[in-house]
């Protein structure tokens, strides 16, 4: 099993960042997948989730209406879109897998939002 996050960086407060996540390894159109990310010293949090087929999608309160969660079973990948970035949005973000019982999660990729 292998999920592998890809396109973090660094990035101006304002600007965008697209995160992708490409999984293998698993039936991935049948697990519901989620971005969570960690701050230094904080706990990690879930960030956006989607249901296994697409059609359910829920937000952190502190990212609705700037980051969107997509997926794409065909390639057996997952994205999140994130736009109008702030400070505080800088993190590790980690890719998660879930069908009970398995949970899976990647490495992470470092988002920095600093001017």
């Known amino acids: 099993v292998q999920l592998v996050e890809s396109g973090g960086g660094l990035v101006q407060p304002g600007g965008s960042l697209k995160l992708s996540c490409a999984a293998s390894?698993?039936?991935?159109?049948?697990?519901?997948m989620s971005w969570y990310r960690q701050a230094p010293g904080q706990e990690r949090e879930l960030v956006a989730a989607i249901s296994s087929g697409g059609g359910s999608t829920n937000y952190a309160d502190s990212v609705k209406g700037r980051f969107t969660i997509s997926r794409d079973n065909a390639e057996n990948t997952v994205s999140l879109q994130m736009n109008s970035l702030k400070p505080d949005d800088t993190a590790v973000y980690y890719c998660n897998g879930k069908r009970f019982p398995y949970d899976y999660w990647g490495q992470g990729t470092q988002v920095t939002v600093s001017s």
């Open positions: 390894g698993f039936t991935f159109s049948i697990f519901d």
